[in-house]
C-alpha cells in the first residue's frame, strides 16, 4: 500500500454564538482537515489546528509523502519533521502541529488497514463512554442563540443543560474585569447545577496574582474541581500557590517546568498540537510519571474529536472529563456530528480507524465559510474593535 494523494481543505467551524473571553469575542475556530489516499482504496482523515496547515501539506508534506508506506508512520515523519528539539529551537511549533493533522490520518489508515477501532491499536479500551463537560459563558445574541449576558442568565443555560441532557459537569469563563462579577458568576452556576456537579473555572490568564489570591476563597468555597490559567504564567501560578488549595489547569505544555515548579497541576491540550497519537503518548505517559494529570480540549471538528475519544478510551491516566464546546457547535464535517454528550458522556465510535465518515457535502459547506469569512478572529475586541484587550484586566 502507497500513498497516492494528500489533500488539505481550510474550513471554519462556527460556534452558534460568539463567547466572550478574556481576549475578547470568540465566534468559532479554523481548522485544515486533511484526506490521505492510497493506491488500494482506502482514504485517513486527520485534522490540524490552523488554516495555515493546508499550504504546508499540498506542497511540502505531500511532495514527501506521496508513494510511501502510510503505515510507516515513524517513516512519513522522518521526511516530514525535523527534530522536536530542532523545531523548538527555532519556534517552528506550528510545524509540529500541522504534522500532528497528518499523523492522525495516517493512524485512521491503520485502522481501516487492520479494520480495527483505533483505541485497540493504542493498546485496548480502559473505558468506551467519553466524558466531557458542558461549556458556559457569557455570549453575544445572533440567530436566536446565546444572548447570555448576566451571571443569571449564564446560570440558566447551566440549569437548562443539566435538565435536559443530564449533564452534571461544567467548565466555562470566569474572567470578568471585576472580580466580585466573577464571583456571582461562578456562585450562580453552583447554585443553578447543585453541590454535586463538577465545576471548573477558566480564566485564560486575566488575573495578576493578587487578584487571583483574593478570589481564592470565593472559589474554594464553591468547591471548584479546578481553575484553568487563572494567572499568565507557570511562575505566577507557583505564586499564587501557597494561599489556595483548589488545582489548577493550563493550556501551555512545559512539562519539565510543571515537574520543577509544582504547577499546574493537570494539563490540557489537543493531540495535533504535540504532533499526532505518537508523541501524545509519550507526554501523556510523563504526565503519569510525574503526578501531572491530562485532558483535552474542545474546538475542533468531529474528527479531532473522534482522536480524542480513541485515546481517552485507551489511556488509563486519563480520568477527568474533556473540555467540550460539543453543545455549542452547530455544524461537523462528519456524517455521525456534530457530537452531543448525553449524561455527561459520548460513545467512542467503534469502526474502523477513527470511526467516523467525511462528508464531502460539509467539509465544502465549511470551506466555502472559511473562504467568504476567511479566519475566525477570536481575538475581537467587542468593546472597541479597533483595539486589542490587553491582560491581565485586573
Excluded at 36 to 56: F, L, V, W
Aim: glycine share 10%; with cysteine; net charge negative.
Amino acid at each position: 500500500m502507497k500513498i497516492s494523494a494528500i489533500r488539505a481543505t481550510p474550513i471554519n467551524v462556527p460556534l452558534e454564538a460568539a463567547y466572550i473571553w478574556s481576549y475578547g469575542a470568540l465566534p468559532g475556530f479554523t481548522q485544515t482537515i486533511i484526506e490521505i489516499e492510497t493506491d488500494e482504496g482506502a482514504t485517513g482523515i486527520g485534522e490540524a489546528p490552523s488554516a495555515a496547515a493546508a499550504a504546508t501539506i499540498n506542497g511540502a508534506f505531500a511532495e514527501a509523502l506521496i508513494g510511501r508506506d502510510p503505515l510507516d508512520i515513524a517513516g512519513c515523519e522522518l521526511v516530514c519533521l525535523p527534530s522536536s528539539r530542532g523545531v523548538q529551537s527555532v519556534s517552528e511549533l506550528a510545524l509540529t502541529a500541522t504534522w500532528g493533522g497528518v499523523e492522525m490520518a495516517l493512524w485512521d489508515l491503520r485502522g481501516k488497514a487492520w479494520n480495527q477501532p483505533l483505541y485497540l491499536l493504542l493498546g485496548g479500551a480502559v473505558r468506551k463512554e467519553i466524558a466531557f463537560t458542558e461549556y458556559f459563558a457569557y455570549r453575544v445574541a445572533g440567530g436566536g442563540k446565546g444572548g447570555e449576558a448576566s451571571p443569571e442568565a449564564v446560570a440558566d443555560y447551566c440549569a437548562r443543560m443539566k435538565d435536559e441532557h443530564g449533564s452534571t459537569m461544567f467548565e466555562g469563563k470566569v474572567s470578568d474585569a471585576n472580580p466580585k462579577d466573577a464571583i456571582r458568576l461562578a456562585t450562580a452556576v453552583r447554585k443553578a447545577i447543585g453541590d454535586d456537579a463538577l465545576l471548573r473555572a477558566d480564566s485564560n490568564h486575566a488575573y495578576t496574582v493578587a487578584t487571583a489570591r483574593m478570589l481564592a476563597p470565593a472559589f474554594e468555597e464553591l468547591g471548584l474541581d479546578c481553575w484553568e490559567d487563572p494567572v499568565g504564567t507557570y511562575e505566577d501560578m507557583a505564586r499564587l500557590r501557597p494561599h489556595m488549595r483548589l488545582a489548577f489547569s493550563s493550556h501551555n505544555i512545559d512539562l519539565p517546568k510543571a515537574a520543577r515548579l509544582g504547577v499546574p497541576d493537570n494539563i490540557v491540550t489537543n493531540i495535533a498540537g504535540h504532533g499526532g497519537f505518537t508523541r501524545t503518548l509519550k507526554f501523556i505517559g510523563a504526565c503519569e510519571q510525574f503526578g501531572i494529570g491530562f485532558w483535552c480540549y474542545s474546538g475542533d471538528s468531529g474528527v479531532a474529536t473522534a482522536a480524542y475519544m480513541h485515546l481517552c478510551a485507551s489511556q488509563n491516566w486519563i480520568t477527568k472529563p474533556n473540555q467540550s464546546l460539543l453543545r455549542m457547535q452547530p455544524h461537523d464535517v462528519i456524517e455521525e456530528g456534530p457530537f452531543r454528550p448525553e449524561n455527561n458522556v459520548v460513545r467512542v465510535p467503534e469502526g474502523a480507524g477513527l470511526g467516523v465518515t467525511l462528508s464531502q457535502d460539509k467539509l465544502k459547506h465549511l470551506h466555502r465559510h472559511y473562504l467568504e469569512h476567511g479566519v475566525m478572529n477570536k481575538y475581537a475586541n467587542p468593546a472597541d474593535p479597533g483595539r486589542y484587550i490587553r491582560l491581565p484586566l485586573v
